[in-house]
T-cell receptor
């Protein structure tokens, strides 16, 4: 089955700096890669996603890049703000079979004001 | 628009007691439904998924079970809870079509087994 590894497990940045979180996946058939943000005690919320036919996607301060050959994808947050502090999860899935997400272990991002 | 509900929001149960968590989805038909568990400070573990009424697939052998008695209803159950069943239980749905990748989570049930 799919295995998703995520790094780093914790990340501390100064407000205004950029943050990068990286994930690798094992199943070459995976073709959908979302990123979720989870605040303490809350449900994960989708912040951005990318499909395998696209190499990069951007939404304001958030961008995701995908390298299918190397089987890794990354989340980039620019101009970080204290409200960006949360746990971020990457995930991967394919559009056949169970179509369930396999999640990375999460990255706790702390933005220092 | 689609909405997903879970109840109860929180639950404290003794070891050995039964469990029933409910998830319902509104505003969509024939969704794929999922149960995940999140232990404190950890990632999300897929427990069960369902592609239709009465169709349940288990991902992890354990003392939990799931049922889908109606198209938009997904139930997680246990006959006897263990301490290790404590966690944050999240129900999720996605559309049945080929281009409906996005998975949406319910508000979750926080279960504490004492």
């Amino acid at each position: 089955g799919e295995n998703v590894e995520q790094h780093p497990s914790t990340l501390s940045v100064q407000e205004g700096d950029s943050a990068v979180i990286k994930c690798t996946y094992s199943d070459s058939a995976s073709n959908y890669f979302p990123w979720y943000k989870q605040e303490l005690g809350k449900r994960p919320q989708l912040i951005i996603d990318i499909r395998s036919n696209v190499g990069e996607k951007k939404d304001q301060r958030i961008a995701v890049t995908l390298n299918k050959t190397a089987k890794h994808f990354s989340l980039h947050i620019t101009e970080t703000q204290p409200e960006d502090s949360a746990v971020y999860f990457c995930a991967a899935s394919r559009d056949t079979g169970r179509r369930a997400l396999t999640f990375g272990s999460g990255t706790r991002l702390q933005v220092q004001p | 628009s689609q909405t997903i509900h879970q109840w109860p929001a929180t639950l404290v149960q003794p070891v050995g007691s039964p469990l029933s968590l409910e998830c319902t989805v509104e505003g969509t038909s024939n969704p794929n439904l999922y149960w995940y568990r999140q232990a404190a400070g950890r990632g999300l573990q897929l427990l069960f998924y369902s592609v239709g009424i009465g169709q349940i697939s288990s991902e992890v052998p354990q003392n939990l079970s799931a049922s889908r008695p109606q198209d938009r209803q997904f139930i997680l159950s246990s006959k006897k809870l263990l301490l290790s069943d404590s966690g944050f239980y999240l129900c999720a749905w996605r559309g049945p079509g080929a281009n409906t990748d996005t998975q949406y989570f319910g508000p979750g049930t926080r279960l504490t087994v004492l």
